[in-house]
Nanobody
Framework: QVQLVESAGGLVPPGGSLRLSCAAS????????IRWFRQAPGKQRELVAG???????NYADAVKGRFTISRDNTKNTVYLQMNSLKPEDTAVYYC???????????WGQGTQVTVSS
């Protein structure tokens, strides 16, 4: 089993920055990819960014150039640095890991990010 714990989100003004973290514990050897998803009220959950164990990254078009995903293997933690935040970035952000073994996926509890003046 893999447990994922996200850091607290918060209220940020438009144009501001926020860094989220996702700390993994348990059978971390089974993790292949860690991704950040988000879900805004009334909308489907969508992929924000992902990073593989080799460090390869990918981003949703909506956040390219503004968000950066990174990892610190010494801390078993993945970060999502969010800059130039917009009101449309408001959502609950979830950390997710793909696993090489059952149950094949693990989710964090989610953290609220609100971008508003």
């Amino acid at each position: 089993q893999v447990q994922l714990v996200e850091s607290a989100g918060g209220l940020v003004p438009p144009g501001g920055s926020l860094r989220l973290s996702c700390a993994a514990s348990g059978s971390i050897f089974s993790i292949t990819v860690i991704r950040w998803f988000r879900q805004a009220p009334g909308k489907q959950r969508e992929l924000v960014a992902g990073i593989t164990t080799s460090g390869r990254t990918n981003y949703a078009d909506a956040v390219k150039g503004r968000f950066t995903i990174s990892r610190d293997n010494t801390k078993n933690t993945v970060y999502l640095q969010m800059n130039s935040l917009k009101p449309e970035d408001t959502a609950v952000y979830y950390c997710n890991a793909d696993l090489k073994v059952t149950p094949w996926s693990s989710w964090g509890q989610g953290t609220q990010v609100t971008v508003s003046s």
